[in-house]
Protein backbone atom coordinates (compact mmCIF):
# COMPACT_ATOMS: atom_id res chain seq x y z
CA UNK A 1 0.00 0.00 0.00
CA UNK A 2 1.23 3.01 -0.72
CA UNK A 3 1.29 5.66 2.09
CA UNK A 4 -0.30 9.42 1.95
CA UNK A 5 3.20 10.72 2.48
CA UNK A 6 4.76 9.44 -0.59
CA UNK A 7 1.73 10.26 -2.42
CA UNK A 8 2.19 13.45 -1.50
CA UNK A 9 5.74 13.50 -2.51
CA UNK A 10 5.38 12.78 -5.79
CA UNK A 11 3.79 15.70 -7.68
CA UNK A 12 6.57 17.61 -6.30
CA UNK A 13 9.44 15.46 -7.28
CA UNK A 14 7.71 15.72 -10.80
CA UNK A 15 7.30 19.30 -10.72
CA UNK A 16 10.92 20.04 -9.83
CA UNK A 17 11.98 17.38 -12.78
CA UNK A 18 10.02 19.91 -15.08
CA UNK A 19 11.64 23.12 -13.79
CA UNK A 20 14.69 21.50 -14.33
CA UNK A 21 14.32 20.37 -17.38
CA UNK A 22 12.46 23.79 -18.57
CA UNK A 23 16.09 25.35 -17.22
CA UNK A 24 18.47 23.20 -19.01
CA UNK A 25 16.29 23.25 -22.79
CA UNK A 26 16.28 26.91 -22.17
CA UNK A 27 19.88 27.13 -21.06
CA UNK A 28 20.84 24.93 -24.57
CA UNK A 29 18.27 26.18 -26.39
CA UNK A 30 19.18 30.29 -26.31
CA UNK A 31 23.01 29.62 -26.54
CA UNK A 32 22.04 28.32 -29.89
CA UNK A 33 19.17 30.75 -31.03
CA UNK A 34 18.47 33.74 -28.34
CA UNK A 35 15.21 34.93 -29.26
CA UNK A 36 13.98 31.17 -29.55
CA UNK A 37 10.23 30.89 -28.29
CA UNK A 38 8.83 29.66 -24.77
CA UNK A 39 6.95 27.32 -26.62
CA UNK A 40 10.41 25.92 -28.44
CA UNK A 41 12.32 25.41 -24.82
CA UNK A 42 8.66 23.76 -23.49
CA UNK A 43 8.96 21.74 -26.54
CA UNK A 44 12.48 21.08 -25.89
CA UNK A 45 12.06 20.00 -22.26
CA UNK A 46 9.37 17.60 -23.40
CA UNK A 47 6.34 19.74 -22.14
CA UNK A 48 3.35 21.47 -23.64
CA UNK A 49 3.87 25.78 -23.34
CA UNK A 50 1.01 25.87 -20.98
CA UNK A 51 2.50 23.23 -18.35
CA UNK A 52 5.79 26.03 -18.46
CA UNK A 53 2.58 28.62 -17.02
CA UNK A 54 3.03 26.24 -13.51
CA UNK A 55 6.94 27.16 -13.37
CA UNK A 56 7.38 30.72 -14.96
CA UNK A 57 5.40 33.54 -15.34
CA UNK A 58 6.62 34.44 -19.06
CA UNK A 59 9.80 34.01 -20.89
CA UNK A 60 11.51 37.52 -18.80
CA UNK A 61 10.88 34.95 -15.89
CA UNK A 62 12.80 32.00 -16.49
CA UNK A 63 15.15 33.97 -18.28
CA UNK A 64 15.82 35.95 -14.52
CA UNK A 65 16.19 32.42 -13.02
CA UNK A 66 18.54 30.72 -15.49
CA UNK A 67 21.22 33.67 -15.49
CA UNK A 68 20.91 34.19 -11.94
CA UNK A 69 21.48 30.58 -11.08
CA UNK A 70 24.58 30.62 -13.90
CA UNK A 71 25.44 33.62 -12.60
CA UNK A 72 26.20 32.25 -9.12
CA UNK A 73 27.50 29.41 -10.43
CA UNK A 74 30.15 30.88 -12.04
CA UNK A 75 31.41 33.09 -9.47
CA UNK A 76 30.94 29.90 -7.23
CA UNK A 77 33.07 28.42 -9.85
CA UNK A 78 35.86 31.26 -8.94
CA UNK A 79 35.67 31.13 -5.49
CA UNK A 80 38.76 29.00 -4.85
CA UNK A 81 40.83 30.30 -7.23
CA UNK A 82 43.94 32.07 -5.45
CA UNK A 83 47.59 32.63 -6.24
CA UNK A 84 50.29 34.78 -3.97
CA UNK A 85 51.36 36.21 -7.42
CA UNK A 86 48.23 39.07 -8.45
CA UNK A 87 49.11 38.86 -12.29
CA UNK A 88 49.39 35.06 -11.95
CA UNK A 89 46.02 35.05 -9.63
CA UNK A 90 44.61 37.66 -12.49
CA UNK A 91 45.44 35.16 -15.57
CA UNK A 92 43.79 32.33 -13.51
CA UNK A 93 40.72 34.21 -13.25
CA UNK A 94 40.35 34.47 -17.23
CA UNK A 95 41.26 30.65 -17.55
CA UNK A 96 38.55 29.31 -15.11
CA UNK A 97 36.33 31.61 -16.39
CA UNK A 98 36.51 31.11 -19.91
CA UNK A 99 35.93 27.06 -19.11
CA UNK A 100 33.01 27.83 -16.92
CA UNK A 101 31.13 29.61 -19.94
CA UNK A 102 32.91 28.47 -23.07
CA UNK A 103 29.64 25.93 -23.60
CA UNK A 104 27.60 28.53 -22.88
CA UNK A 105 29.15 31.48 -24.83
CA UNK A 106 25.88 33.26 -25.98
CA UNK A 107 24.25 33.56 -22.74
CA UNK A 108 27.20 34.54 -20.78
CA UNK A 109 27.27 38.01 -23.13
CA UNK A 110 23.64 38.55 -22.48
CA UNK A 111 23.75 37.86 -18.70
CA UNK A 112 26.41 41.34 -18.49
CA UNK A 113 25.41 43.00 -21.18
CA UNK A 114 21.93 42.13 -21.86
CA UNK A 115 18.73 43.76 -20.42
CA UNK A 116 18.28 41.68 -17.84
CA UNK A 117 21.91 42.01 -16.22
CA UNK A 118 20.45 43.65 -13.38
CA UNK A 119 19.72 40.21 -12.40
CA UNK A 120 23.21 38.55 -12.44
CA UNK A 121 25.11 42.11 -11.08
CA UNK A 122 24.52 41.04 -7.83
CA UNK A 123 26.09 37.44 -7.95
CA UNK A 124 28.85 38.75 -10.03
CA UNK A 125 30.28 41.41 -7.86
CA UNK A 126 32.54 38.81 -5.88
CA UNK A 127 34.21 37.88 -9.11
CA UNK A 128 34.44 41.72 -9.96
CA UNK A 129 35.99 42.12 -6.86
CA UNK A 130 38.44 39.45 -6.95
CA UNK A 131 39.79 40.89 -10.38
CA UNK A 132 39.99 44.62 -9.03
CA UNK A 133 41.89 43.52 -5.85
CA UNK A 134 44.47 41.18 -8.18
CA UNK A 135 44.95 44.17 -10.42
CA UNK A 136 45.60 46.92 -7.35
CA UNK A 137 48.02 44.10 -5.67
CA UNK A 138 49.95 43.87 -9.45
CA UNK A 139 50.02 47.78 -9.29
CA UNK A 140 51.39 48.36 -5.77
CA UNK A 141 54.12 45.83 -6.58
CA UNK A 142 54.95 47.20 -10.47
CA UNK A 143 53.65 44.39 -12.28
CA UNK A 144 51.42 45.99 -14.36
CA UNK A 145 50.58 49.68 -15.74
CA UNK A 146 50.06 52.04 -13.46
CA UNK A 147 49.06 55.02 -15.80
CA UNK A 148 45.27 53.85 -15.44
CA UNK A 149 43.37 53.38 -12.12
CA UNK A 150 42.62 50.15 -10.68
CA UNK A 151 39.19 49.93 -10.99
CA UNK A 152 38.63 51.49 -14.32
CA UNK A 153 41.24 48.65 -15.39
CA UNK A 154 39.54 45.72 -14.29
CA UNK A 155 36.17 47.02 -15.87
CA UNK A 156 38.24 47.09 -19.07
CA UNK A 157 39.54 43.22 -18.40
CA UNK A 158 36.13 42.59 -18.07
CA UNK A 159 35.41 43.85 -21.23
CA UNK A 160 38.52 41.94 -23.16
CA UNK A 161 36.94 38.84 -21.35
CA UNK A 162 33.71 39.58 -23.21
CA UNK A 163 35.12 40.97 -26.26
CA UNK A 164 36.50 37.44 -26.81
CA UNK A 165 33.39 35.54 -25.67
CA UNK A 166 31.53 38.13 -28.49
CA UNK A 167 34.18 36.94 -31.25
CA UNK A 168 34.10 33.00 -30.46
CA UNK A 169 30.05 33.30 -30.93
CA UNK A 170 30.07 35.08 -33.98
CA UNK A 171 33.07 33.60 -34.87
CA UNK A 172 33.24 29.77 -33.92
CA UNK A 173 36.44 28.61 -32.28
CA UNK A 174 37.57 25.69 -30.30
CA UNK A 175 37.83 25.88 -26.67
CA UNK A 176 42.00 26.00 -26.51
CA UNK A 177 41.91 28.85 -29.11
CA UNK A 178 39.36 30.54 -26.51
CA UNK A 179 41.05 29.40 -23.78
CA UNK A 180 44.54 31.00 -24.68
CA UNK A 181 43.28 34.23 -26.19
CA UNK A 182 40.64 35.43 -22.86
CA UNK A 183 44.31 35.10 -21.13
CA UNK A 184 45.91 36.94 -23.64
CA UNK A 185 43.33 39.31 -23.81
CA UNK A 186 43.54 39.91 -20.07
CA UNK A 187 47.34 40.16 -20.04
CA UNK A 188 47.47 43.26 -22.81
CA UNK A 189 44.93 44.89 -21.59
CA UNK A 190 47.28 45.81 -18.01
CA UNK A 191 50.29 46.36 -20.42
CA UNK A 192 52.15 43.02 -21.04
CA UNK A 193 53.17 43.50 -24.80
CA UNK A 194 52.20 40.17 -26.91
CA UNK A 195 55.71 38.24 -26.90
CA UNK A 196 55.79 39.06 -22.62
CA UNK A 197 52.65 37.73 -22.77
CA UNK A 198 53.10 34.64 -24.59
CA UNK A 199 55.88 33.74 -22.20
CA UNK A 200 54.16 34.54 -19.32
CA UNK A 201 51.37 31.73 -20.13
CA UNK A 202 54.18 29.53 -20.77
CA UNK A 203 56.23 29.76 -17.92
CA UNK A 204 53.40 29.46 -15.57
CA UNK A 205 51.56 26.60 -17.02
CA UNK A 206 48.70 28.36 -18.77
CA UNK A 207 48.97 27.78 -22.03
CA UNK A 208 46.44 24.85 -21.80
CA UNK A 209 42.92 24.77 -20.07
CA UNK A 210 43.73 22.17 -16.97
Known sequence: MVSSSSTARAPRRDAADNRAALLEAARTLLNQDPDASLEAIATA???S???VYGHFANRDDLLRELLASGAERVAGAMAG???PDP???LALIAS???QEVEDVRVMALFA???PLRVHTAAALEPLRTSVFRAIREAQASGQIRTDIPARRLAHLVEAAALAVLEESAEHPMDAHEGH???ILMALATIGFGWREAAQFIT???LDAAS
Request: without cysteine; aromatic residues 4%.
Open 87 to 89: VVR
Open 49 to 51: RRS
Open 112 to 114: VRG
Open 45 to 47: AGL
Open 81 to 83: VTH
Open 203 to 205: DNG
Open 96 to 98: HLW
Open 180 to 182: SLV
